[in-house]
């Protein structure tokens, strides 16, 4: 499986900006998608996860009510709309693919696939 990130880029607070994962090779329909982050100095972080099929998404409490991830079957592809912004969601995003357990969703060795990340940069 190959993931392609793009989408990421400079925004003030309150701004918003629209990610997209690319999905390609083996993409099979038990992954789970997900996107994690990682600031400087900081451990990579889960923010949320989708299936391929169903309904349930999932969210770190610190982007609930502000991002939502959302997926196109046809074209094998994950967005992660960011909506207010704040200068503490500075951080290189990745898109990740795996077959985590429910109780492991938010752990980064759940997932066997990563893309090459994103910068994304808010500005006070």
């Known amino acids: 499986v190959q993931l392609q990130a793009s989408g990421g880029g400079l925004v003030q607070a309150g701004g918003s900006l629209k990610l997209s994962c690319a999905a390609s090779?083996?993409?099979?329909?038990?992954?789970?998608m997900a996107w994690f982050r990682q600031a400087p100095g900081k451990e990579r972080e889960f923010i949320a996860s989708?299936?391929?099929?169903?309904?349930?998404?999932y969210y770190t409490d610190s982007v609930k009510g502000r991002f939502t991830i959302s997926r196109d079957n046809a074209k094998h592809t994950v967005f992660l709309q960011m909506n207010s912004l704040k200068p503490e969601d500075t951080a290189v995003y990745y898109c990740?693919?795996?077959?985590?357990?429910?109780?492991?969703?938010?752990?980064?060795?759940?997932?066997?696939?990563w893309g090459q990340g994103t910068q994304v940069t808010v500005s006070s």
């Open positions: 090779g083996h993409t099979s329909n038990s992954y789970t």
């Open positions: 989708i299936r391929w099929t169903g309904t349930n998404t």
């Open positions: 990740a693919a795996g077959t985590p357990i429910r109780s492991s969703l938010y752990n980064r060795e759940s997932y066997h696939y």
